[in-house]
């Protein structure tokens, strides 16, 4: 298996639009793979596949 670096962008919470909410730790901002895509579940209104951030794989909490 191949050493993979994944590089990850900072991206603007949609669920609080940069306001800060519990979704983006207060912060206004989640990491998201780059590039970073709206979420194509939910068109960046946030669910459970984006973790409610409207983007398409936000970093999770042990990556």
């Known amino acids: ?15 609080c639009e940069g306001a800060g909410c519990t979704y983006c730790n207060k912060t206004g901002t989640v990491l998201v793979r780059a590039p ?8 960046g209104d946030g669910c459970i596949y984006c973790g409610f951030t409207g983007w398409e794989r936000p970093k999770g909490k042990y990556e």
């Open 1 to 15: 298996m191949a050493d993979e670096t994944i590089s990850w962008e900072p991206a603007t919470c949609r669920h």
């Open 36 to 43: 970073k895509k709206i979420c194509p579940a939910c068109d």
